[in-house]
């Protein structure tokens, strides 16, 4: 008679994970710095707890480790680390990005200068799939602007803060995006569309409030500036987008936006064939930490969840769950609380999807809409986490003349973001998840 397979609900075998967060914390709370240590040395420290603790045998768990690492959803979400890695570094060194920057502020007025920074980040971190990328790129521009000018740095930080978590979150290269649809095995396209229908409004708002916060800036006192840029530059991130948004797989997305970004630097001698191949390289290797992080915390999930672990937290928060808007409240709880002790809104997703995703299945959600959700909330802790590092690099650059609570009461983004994504979920109609 065969054995039961069935999985019995234990907290200890959460100890496991549980070392990999709290090592990962501990050391950034100690280090004053939540990147001091790299997170996947923090994920072998919770596998070498799981197989001193667990007791099958130790070919049992290396198989279960690797089983867990070799997932076709974590695979998938390594490869496209990978390409979007290379599509940035290509993108880069044509000088894509500078372009985005300079066309932006060329065209604004200073009376829109609030809105066109909300604009320009949200645009730049779209593009990019990076809040952070977009912050260090934009970050010093919008402050030797504000000591220039008649404008608020504090109106103008905010709404970099919130541009650039606006277009992370939608961004189709965006670890967040990437982790989170893989995760809940979802198209992208179809996490974005999901996407656009909550962030939008929140944007258009805050748009609308920039504004009108712009209106009484004086021009007279800016200096001309002239600004340099070619338009074509930008077409990479514009095929990315649009290819992304009308469906089209996203390996084949990322592999052409890098061969024609490496086309069009090679175009305007901006490197050649061969140095293109090293750039792209160069792409690969800065994603070797978010990859070595999907890969071994793929592993350790498998290790915990073969124990019971998994399956305890399900059990506790389904004791909180009555119907399809808890349990989507249960999911956002979930990340919410993850990501405000690790501080690492990717990593959050990772650890909470395939939780998630079992929420989802048992109460029929849509996947995307899950997705979305996930996405989000992440999103918004990470935004406004003080210990965040888009708020600590914003305050950096800063150079003292805000503080924390100046750059927070002024992000309407996000803040509208939370409010408005409460109410999606509290006043939407279900459908049946769908699968892709």
């Not at 004053?32 to 603790?53: E, R």
């Not at 320009?120 to 919008?142: D, K, M, N, Q, R």
Request: net charge positive; with cysteine; charged share 10%.
């Amino acid at each position: 008679m065969a054995q039961s397979t069935k999985v019995i609900p234990k907290f200890s075998a959460l100890i496991p994970l549980l070392v990999f967060v709290f090592t990962f914390l501990g050391v950034g709370i100690y280090q004053n710095d939540f990147y001091a240590l790299p997170a996947p040395i923090a994920v072998i420290a919770g596998i070498i707890v799981a197989f001193l603790m667990f007791k099958q045998s130790i070919n049992s768990k290396i198989k279960t480790l690797l089983k867990g690492c070799g997932d076709d959803k974590i695979l998938t979400m390594c490869l496209i680390y990978l390409l979007a890695g290379a599509f940035a570094a290509i993108t880069k060194a044509t000088g894509s990005v500078d372009a985005i920057v300079n066309l932006g502020l060329d065209y604004i007025s200073i009376h829109y200068i609030y809105f066109g920074v909300f604009i320009i980040a949200g645009f730049l971190s779209v593009s990019t799939g990076t809040s952070v990328g977009s912050i260090i790129a934009l970050a010093p521009i919008v402050v030797g602007f504000a000591d220039k000018s008649s404008v608020d740095l504090g109106i103008l930080c905010g709404a970099l803060l919130g541009g650039s978590m606006f277009g992370d979150n939608l961004s189709v290269i965006s670890d967040t995006t990437i982790a989170a649809t893989q995760s809940l095995g979802c198209k992208m396209s179809d996490k974005f569309k999901q996407n656009i229908k909550i962030a939008v409004p929140a944007a258009l708002f805050t748009a609308a409030i920039l504004i009108f916060q712009g209106f009484g800036l004086k021009a007279s006192e800016t200096e001309t500036v002239v600004y340099s840029y070619s338009i074509i530059k930008i077409l990479p991130y514009l095929l990315v987008i649009i290819l992304s948004i009308i469906g089209v797989n996203v390996f084949i997305t990322l592999l052409l936006g890098v061969v024609f970004g490496g086309v069009l630097g090679v175009f305007y001698g901006d490197f050649t064939i061969i140095e293109s191949t090293k750039i792209a390289y160069t792409g690969f290797t800065s994603m070797t930490e978010i990859f070595l992080l999907s890969l071994l915390t793929g592993g350790l999930a498998a290790l915990v969840k073969k124990n019971g672990g998994i399956e305890f937290i399900l059990v506790k928060i389904k004791t909180l769950i009555k119907n399809k808007k808890t349990a989507q409240f249960g999911i956002a709880t979930l990340v919410s609380t993850t990501n405000m002790a690790i501080a690492n809104n990717t990593v959050s997703i990772i650890i909470t999807g395939p939780i998630a995703k079992t929420i989802n299945d048992d109460y029929q959600l849509d996947n995307k809409k899950t997705a979305s959700i996930l996405d989000i909330f992440a999103c918004i802790t990470q935004g406004l986490l003080p210990y965040g590092a888009q708020v600590l690099m914003i305050l950096s650059f800063s150079n003292g003349k805000i503080d924390y609570l100046d750059l927070v009461s002024n992000t309407w983004y996000l803040l509208l973001l939370l409010i408005y994504t409460l109410v999606f979920i509290s006043f939407t109609p279900f459908r049946l998840s769908k699968t892709t």
